[in-house]
């Protein structure tokens, strides 16, 4: 995979300044700050407000210096975090200045006047730049000889994050960052003078999906977060740089453990990716490895007894491997998988099942989205850097905010600095999509006059639940020359589709129905032939195991409820001889015959591959674990059917996937389906709409009741004109019913189309899948609970 | 809501005359206390969903200014000037008197809900020290007796006209209207500049005659 730098976006060479900083020239871009050109040439100014990614504020003053221009000096010392350099700038830091030196001693000075001497049990503590400049820059002893302000504390402004007022020392990041960044301002300055403090508005708490990063850029430790408050001491931290495995964005991370457990994940710092900002989930949602119900051992169903009993893994094994050389055999790996793994199971999918029935989408799906991931994801290289020079970007069945987070920032910085176009085609206008100043389309056929050349179609894998739309969006592409990205949700998905772990592609592009790419990968395997036959897709192959005609079936994560057709997984998993490699317990391991304990991500290195087919390397986090990854088990089951895989490890995996290099033969071709009409729902009917939010009943969040608290509450949208056909009001409740089940919820009367109806996907009170059995598009009851 | 439909029209016609609609924050909490006496939660909420801001902003800004109060004020509130000039005038002096005369402390309001006290800072009104403000009208050049007589006939529904501006003293909810940027007819009345701040003028228009011609 190689990720090519937008050649179009090359940067016009920016007009340099010289100016001398404590004796040297330095030459900056034009309209580089005081405090960055210091930075160049390895000049520390001390620093609270400043951040370079948020705008100037000048809100500490501790980085104050002598400014001369024109050699005229300012009469006292400035803020070099809010002054430009300009040509022929004589600027005296604290390093040349005594006058300098003494303006931040002094600041220093004030700023720990109301400072509370928490440090010993301040989460900050050994990590704090107050901490660390009040030792460079301030003096050993106070001349304050007053009471210290003190305040309650702490206060909770949200359930995740916790303010402690006395210890704040009004830089406003934290304000500014949810502002200019996240676009959600619920904490702002309150009161004045020394009453001054952060605050929210009593009812709204700080429910933004990206409230940790304030935790992480307080230059203090004002604001902790309560899942991590008081566990740790930074210095007893080891640190490990990881990627994030919860969407397909990719965020780099830190990952922090003490005594082999993660206390912490902070962002990483990674400009092209996720800058140094990560959304909650992505920081918090950790626990599900450590859950309870996390498996330990290998376990076999008994066969009088019928239930699971814990076995010894060569036992396992060998059961495991008597099972699958039985029948006919499938594989569903699922979406969550390093690119190593996923790549092991196709490669066991091919070699020793010797089928192509393998299939990673756990989740609904479409033949016409087959075709397209062949002709249009694999091997595509747009990327973030696309979005930063789009003309426009419109987003298809895609809400980023809840769906990829981090995307949506990287859009709404562009919003925000050059009012980048971006139109959203969807029910109505979600607050993630209203952050982005978005146009609303209801329907992709109505959009006109927003594509040019360099216009963006971001694709979310919703889109499979419409038939005909990925067709209709390689046709506009086609038309106006506009790119397209597909964004799935989960982690996995793209590795998955690169290393073909679908029935249709071979590693790396190759279409299985392509003799020569069948040549060129068995070749590559040393074996003597490839099946040539077209794999079942996910719900082919449960269908058939639901009838019998295939009696095994390998499965990774799959959860049945995520299915669009949840009683025909359930009927497979009954029937056939299921072996499955899980973390936790789940509906699988409950009708599996064999199951395998595996590693989590902290357990195992790896690779993600995010949307772009970014590589998302990671190390592993606990170094002393026992766990074995789903690699190792694959290799395991491939030596005991006598079929060697010759993949020892995750390095082995990647080196063999690196070597086989790219596919310059004949794609897929695109697929082109007509668009269906949606059914036209009577009185007392509506097209259902759904999507997943961020922070819901995902297994992934389980153990983090914190972060759960910050979720958005489920309700049920509807518009006015629907709302009074069934006689509801605004807040009432309002049941939602299929044959199968159904779900009451109170209503928010919405500006979207008539007779339709939205709830959230999986969130509590609305797990549409478990309680409804239909998918996006379905016909669905709506009435008035009363 | 009651707020709501006092007030929507006249928060429309106030930010029309912003070019940004946020621009018209400090009006309409103004506005808000016209009617309610002092910024309520109901007003914060009105305020942020009319201007498009989240209400942490708003509460930002009301809990900010001093102007805006939290707590319900008397009909008459009455500033008392203890900046440096108003507190050597007498300002300290009145500012204790009435605490003692009324029984009730700073930012305090009586019981019969007649008036409240506050001291204040420099109204730019230092040549008529000692200065006190009611509803933000000027009553200049106060002693400690002076003011007592004052809030009493406040507390007696007496008001007197105040020493400059408007020919009556309005209450704090008509003012807080004023304030908004409402036009109560009034504008126009009484003295705008007294004798004490033209004191300079002329003694500058007298020795260099040549800048009073030309004026
Ligand atoms: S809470 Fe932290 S980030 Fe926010 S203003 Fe205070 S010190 Fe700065
Ligand atoms: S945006 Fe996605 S990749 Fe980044 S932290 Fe959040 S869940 Fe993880
Ligand atoms: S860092 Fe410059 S004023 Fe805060
Ligand atoms: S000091 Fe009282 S008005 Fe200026």
């Known amino acids: 995979m190689t990720i090519t730098n937008n050649t179009e976006n090359v940067v016009a060479q920016a007009e340099m300044v010289t100016a001398t900083i404590d004796g040297f020239e330095v030459s900056v871009p034009k309209g580089t700050l005081i405090i960055r050109a210091a930075e160049t040439i390895g000049i520390q100014i001390p620093r609270f407000c400043d951040h370079p990614l948020l705008a100037p504020v000048g809100a500490c003053r501790q980085c104050l210096v002598d400014v001369e221009v024109n050699g005229r000096a300012f009469p006292k010392p400035q803020a070099s975090c809010t002054m430009p350099i300009e040509p022929g700038m004589v600027v005296k830091t604290q390093l040349s200045s005594p006058v300098a030196e003494k303006a931040q001693r002094g600041v220093m000075e004030f700023l720990l006047i109301n400072h509370p001497l928490d440090c010993p049990v301040c989460d900050k503590g050994g990590e704090c730049p107050l901490q660390n400049q009040a030792m460079s820059t301030g003096q050993g002893q106070t001349r304050f000889e007053g009471t210290k302000r003190t305040f309650p504390k702490p206060i909770n402004i949200s359930s995740q994050v916790l303010l402690d007022r006395e210890r704040c020392i009004l830089c406003a990041r934290c304000t500014r960052f949810s502002e200019q960044i996240a676009g959600d301002p619920f904490i702002s300055m309150s009161e004045r003078g020394a009453l001054q403090q952060v605050a929210i508005y009593e009812k709204d708490p700080f429910e933004s999906y990206f409230s940790g990063n304030t935790i992480q850029i307080c230059p203090v430790g004002a604001l902790t977060g309560a899942s991590y408050r008081f566990r740790a001491r930074p210095f007893d931290l080891v640190s490990t740089a990881t990627a994030c495995e919860h969407c397909a964005a990719g965020c780099s991370m830190r990952t922090d453990v003490r005594r082999s457990k993660v206390l912490r994940r902070l962002a990483g710092d990674d400009p092209a990716v996720n800058e140094e900002w990560n959304c909650d989930k992505g920081r918090w949602a950790f626990t599900y490895a450590t859950a309870p119900d996390r498996l330990t051992t290998p376990l076999i169903r008994n066969e009088m007894s019928g239930e699971l009993v814990p076995a010894s893994w060569p036992e396992a094994i060998a059961v495991a491997a008597a099972g699958l050389s039985k029948s006919r055999a499938a594989v569903l790996p699922g979406g969550r998988l390093t690119l190593e793994e996923v790549y092991t199971y196709q490669k066991f999918a091919r070699v020793v099942l010797g089928t192509n029935d393998i299939d990673f989408r756990a989740r609904p799906f479409s033949a016409e989205e087959s075709a397209f991931l062949a002709s249009h994801v694999v091997g595509s290289t747009i990327s973030n850097a696309d979005i930063d020079s789009a003309d426009s970007v419109l987003l298809i069945s895609f809400e980023a905010e809840e769906e990829s987070p981090i995307i949506f920032l990287r859009i709404r910085k562009q919003v925000m600095k050059r009012a980048l176009k971006v139109g959203t085609v969807a029910p109505f206008l979600t607050p993630g999509a209203s952050k982005l100043n978005a146009m609303l389309y209801h329907s992709i056929t109505e959009i006109e006059s927003f594509f040019t050349n360099k216009s963006l179609i971001l694709v979310g894998e919703r889109a499979a639940q419409t038939p005909g739309l990925l067709s209709k969006v390689i046709e506009i592409a086609n038309s106006s020359g506009a790119k397209i990205a597909w964004i799935p949700r989960r982690a996995g998905e793209r590795g998955a589709i690169e290393a073909g772990a679908i029935g249709n592609l071979l590693p790396l592009g190759r279409p299985v129905s392509n003799a020569t790419a069948r040549v060129d990968i068995a070749a590559a395997w040393g074996i003597a032939s490839l099946p040539s036959g077209p794999g079942l897709d996910t719900l082919e192959i449960l269908k058939s195991a639901a009838t019998g005609q295939i009696g095994a079936l390998l499965i990774g994560g799959l959860d049945p409820f995520d299915l669009a057709e949840p009683a025909i997984a359930l009927a497979a998993l009954d029937s056939a001889f299921v072996v499955s490699l899980e973390l936790r317990e789940s509906e699988v391991t409950k009708r599996a015959n064999v199951v395998f304990p595996v590693a989590s991500v902290t357990e195992k290195s790896g690779t993600f591959l995010n949307w772009e087919g970014r590589e998302r390397g990671f190390e592993q986090v606990l170094k002393d674990t026992t766990r074995v990854s789903d690699l190792r088990v694959l290799t395991m089951l491939a030596e005991a059917l006598a079929a060697p895989l010759n993949l020892r490890d995750s390095v082995s995996a990647k080196a063999e996937f690196d070597s086989l290099g790219e596919w310059d033969g004949e794609r897929t071709p695109a697929p082109s389906e007509p668009i269906v009409a949606a059914p036209t729902p009577s009185a007392g009917e509506a097209v259902l709409i759904t999507w997943r939010m961020l922070l819901d009943l995902g297994s992934m969040q389980d153990g983090e009741a914190n972060l759960a608290g910050t979720a958005r509450k489920a309700n049920v949208k509807l518009a006015a004109e629907t709302a009074s056909e069934i006689g509801v009001r605004d807040g009432d409740l309002v049941r939602v019913s299929t044959e199968a089940g159904s779900i009451a919820l109170p209503l928010e009367i919405t500006e979207m189309p008539v007779r339709v109806v939205w709830l959230p996907e999986n969130s509590f009170g609305s797990q549409i899948r478990r309680s409804l059995r239909v998918t996006s598009g379905a016909l669905v009851r709506i009435g008035s609970e009363a | ?215």
Request: hydrophobic letters at 40%; one cysteine or more; aromatic letters at 6%.
């Open chain 2, 1 to 215: 809501m009651l707020l709501k439909e006092a007030t929507s029209d006249q928060m429309d016609e106030i930010i029309a005359r912003y070019p940004r609609s946020r621009s018209a924050i400090m009006p309409l909490l103004h506005l808000v206390q016209s009617i309610e006496g002092f910024v309520t939660p109901q007003g914060i909420e009105l305020v942020a969903s009319k201007l498009g801001l989240s209400t942490a902003e708003v509460s930002g800004v009301a809990t900010f200014y001093t102007q805006y109060k939290r707590r319900p004020v008397g009909e008459y509130h009455v500033g008392v000037c203890t900046n440096t000039l108003c507190a050597v005038m007498g300002g300290d002096a009145i500012f204790a008197g009435l605490k003692e005369h009324l029984g009730i402390g700073n930012d305090e309001r009586t019981s019969d809900g007649k008036v409240s006290l506050e001291h204040i800072e420099c109204n730019a009104a230092c040549d008529y020290a000692p200065l006190i403000m009611v509803n933000w009208e000027f009553f200049d050049n106060q002693t400690v007796e002076s003011a007592k007589a004052l809030v009493d006939s406040l507390r007696d529904g007496e008001p007197p006209a105040p020493s400059r501006g408007p020919d009556r003293l309005p209450t704090w909810k008509e003012n807080s209207a004023v304030l908004a940027g409402l036009n109560d007819g009034h504008a126009n009345e009484g003295v705008q500049a007294g004798p004490a701040s033209l004191v300079g003028l002329e003694i500058a228009n007298r020795q260099i005659p040549e800048i009073g011609e030309q004026r």
